[in-house]
C-alpha cells in the first residue's frame, strides 16, 4: 500500500470517529495535497494553498510571541471550525468540521490522527527509493576500415610526418 493511500485511509478513519467533520486533508507545509477526503471537489488544492499561509502566519506568530514550535491552529467561523494540526515536521493536517463539533473531542483524534500521518509521511520518506534507470552500455563501435589501416591506438590515421619507428 503506498503511503498516500496510507494517509487517506487514516482520514477516513477519523471521519467516521467524527462525523461532523465535513472534509480532511493532508498536505505538505508549503500546501501540497498529500491526501484528502473532501465532498466538494477541487476543494482540497484550495483549502490546502490557504493552509500554507495561514501557517506561515501561525509560525511567525508562535516564534515572535516565544510560544515554541507549531502544534496546532484553530479558526471558528459563523458555519463551522477549520483545524490544522502538525502531522510532522514537515506537514499538516487539515479539518473542516461543522458548528456543533465537540471541540475537544476533535482535538483528541486530529492530534492522534496527525501523529499517525506525520509517521506515515515519515516512514514514506525514508524508504529506499528505486534504482534508477540507467541507459545500456554503449555498443563497441566497429571501425570503418581493417585494424591493419586504423593506425595508432587513437583510432585515427598514422601520422606520416612522425616517420617510422627503427
Known amino acids: 500500500m503506498t503511503a498516500e493511500a496510507e494517509v487517506?485511509?487514516?482520514?477516513?478513519?477519523?471521519?467516521?470517529?467524527?462525523?461532523?467533520?465535513?472534509?480532511?486533508?493532508a498536505a505538505s507545509a508549503d500546501?501540497?495535497?498529500?491526501?484528502s477526503e473532501t465532498e466538494a471537489a477541487g476543494e482540497a488544492e484550495h483549502?490546502?494553498?490557504?493552509?500554507?499561509?495561514?501557517?506561515g502566519v501561525a509560525l511567525r506568530l508562535t516564534e515572535a510571541t516565544e510560544q515554541g514550535s507549531f502544534?496546532?491552529?484553530?479558526?471558528?467561523?459563523?458555519s463551522g471550525?477549520?483545524?490544522?494540526?502538525?502531522?510532522?515536521?514537515?506537514?499538516?493536517?487539515?479539518?473542516?468540521?461543522?458548528?456543533?463539533t465537540n471541540v475537544g473531542r476533535l482535538h483528541l483524534e486530529a492530534r492522534r490522527s496527525g501523529a499517525r500521518i506525520g509517521e506515515?509521511?515519515?516512514g514514506a520518506l525514508e524508504r529506499p527509493a528505486p534504482a534508477p534507470m540507467t541507459a545500456p552500455?554503449?555498443?563497441?563501435?566497429?571501425p570503418d576500415r581493417p585494424p591493419s589501416l586504423a593506425g595508432p591506438a587513437t583510432g585515427g590515421p598514422a601520422d606520416p610526418a612522425a616517420g617510422e619507428p627503427d
Open 81 to 100: 471550525y477549520v483545524a490544522t494540526y502538525a502531522a510532522g515536521p514537515a506537514a499538516v493536517l487539515t479539518l473542516l468540521a461543522g458548528p456543533r
Open 47 to 55: 483549502v490546502a494553498a490557504l493552509t500554507a499561509a495561514a501557517l
Open 8 to 25: 487517506r485511509g487514516e482520514l477516513r478513519r477519523l471521519r467516521a470517529r467524527l462525523p461532523q467533520v465535513t472534509g480532511a486533508l
Open 120 to 122: 506515515l509521511i515519515k
Open 137 to 142: 552500455a554503449p555498443v563497441p563501435r566497429k
Open 71 to 78: 502544534r496546532e491552529l484553530l479558526i471558528r467561523g459563523d
Open 31 to 35: 500546501g501540497l495535497v498529500l491526501a
